[in-house]
């Protein structure tokens, strides 16, 4: 399967271009309020999907402001877009109807093709400080530090995993920025209390608990929609959290200062779970060594008779993830340990769509676990038909269908 959004139809290509436009406007503006002229892009954006409603007999969107409820309503699965669920997962939206912004789902589509943008505004923002560092040393303690910081504020500078480091913090300092108005709610910003990063309770019915930082009542109650994981009545950007730990609220917004989006998603969400995989490898003794390309590959060696490669996502599409993986250059140098949380990677359908989407592909990845890794890693190097290469058949429990 291609990434590229276009060859699959013009519903997909619709979807994947009001993708773009819907991460380009909420990292301007939010998506809240606009006047004419609108931006070049989303003008042409809304031509095509009034082309889009005309050619099949629907009623077109009249504004942009039309344009964008669509994209809180209509999933990608459904009658309007029809993007094929290989490749999009059905229920998605490109709008969260709580959070009002941009879904996962939604940035990783315009990370998706030759026209991507959010996660590869992340990797030249890597690059860069990669190359201001000097070193890999350095560019790992700078990279860790923003892995693990998505937002500072004025007392964070002596909590966090890592003792603050003023060098570290002057090299990265500009890869943070101001709280954006349309996170604030009654001038207050809210981190989730289970992933840190920018979370709001519904805006419609504003609840007293929430607002006080206690649990959502309607949160509690509600269940996460099967198709897509969301709960209902509350948004954090992780998408995943738990409905039941408060959030964090941030009365002086003026002091806190967050990640840029594009890092905040692609790299400090999947933070933790590279995090555990680093640890597990550690503990089983085996060496890992960073890559400073992209967003960050680990060379592994010790887990096998030839060096190959770790990555760690938390990403929502497996499709999108899979050729985010083939896309890689150094997938194409050696196997590739795709670690993904665990509760993801055992969500129906992922693996099966992950593996599906490598299938014609000439790279070798197998998606695994931080608590899986290192059985998948030892697996793999005892295969007696690809001795030089950690990717293998199925283990003798044969449940898992990764590419091979
Ligand atoms: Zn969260």
């Known amino acids: 399967m291609t990434p590229d959004p276009k060859s699959h139809g013009d519903g997909t290509a619709l979807f994947a271009e009001l993708a773009r436009v819907v991460a380009a406007l909420a990292a301007q503006d939010g998506l809240r309020s606009f006047s004419l002229p609108y931006p070049r892009e989303a003008q042409r954006a809304l031509d095509r999907a009034v082309l889009h409603c005309l050619d099949r007999g629907r009623t077109p969107p009249r504004s942009l402001p039309e344009l964008l409820s669509w994209c809180r309503e209509h999933p990608a699965g459904g009658p309007l877009f029809r993007v094929p669920a290989a490749l999009v997962s059905p229920g998605a939206t490109l709008i969260d109807p709580v959070g009002h912004m941009p879904t996962r789902t939604c940035l990783e589509v315009a990370s998706s093709g030759p026209e991507g943008r959010v996660e590869q505004e992340a990797v030249r923002l890597l690059a860069e400080l990669a190359a201001a560092c000097g070193s890999v040393d350095a560019y790992e303690r700078c990279r860790r530090f923003l892995a693990n910081r998505p937002a500072i504020g004025q007392r964070d500078r002596f909590a966090g995993r890592e003792p603050w480091s003023t060098a570290v913090w002057n090299r990265v300092r500009h890869l943070y920025e101001a709280v954006p108005e349309a996170l604030l709610h009654r001038r207050t910003l809210a981190l989730c209390g289970t992933c840190g990063l920018p979370a709001l309770a519904a805006r419609e019915k504003p609840r007293a608990s929430a607002a006080r930082g206690g649990p959502d009542p309607s949160a509690v109650r509600g269940a996460p929609d099967p198709s897509t994981g969301h709960r209902p009545g509350r948004w954090c950007e992780s998408e995943d959290c738990p409905p039941d730990v408060p959030f964090r609220l941030v009365r002086d917004p003026g002091h806190t200062l967050l990640l840029r989006r594009s890092l905040r998603v692609f790299l400090a969400l999947p933070g933790p779970t590279e995090h555990a995989a680093l640890a597990a490898l550690d ?78 592909t000439p790279v070798r990845a197998v998606l695994t676990t931080p608590e899986d890794l290192v059985r998948r890693a030892r697996t793999l190097r005892v295969t007696p038909d690809a001795p030089d290469c950690p990717d293998a058949p199925n283990p003798p429990s044969g449940t898992e269908t990764d590419h091979a």
Request: with cysteine; aromatic share 6%.
């Open 283 to 360: 503990r089983a003794g085996a060496g890992h060594e960073l890559i400073p390309a992209g967003l960050g590959m680990y060379r592994v060696t010790g887990a096998g008779p030839r060096v190959c490669f770790l990555r760690a996502d938390d990403r929502r599409e497996p499709a999108l993830l899979a050729a985010r993986v083939a896309a890689s250059p150094e997938a194409l140098d050696g196997p590739v340990l795709v670690v993904t949380p665990g509760p993801r990677a055992e969500r129906d359908g992922y693996r099966a769509a992950f593996t599906a989407a490598l299938r014609d």
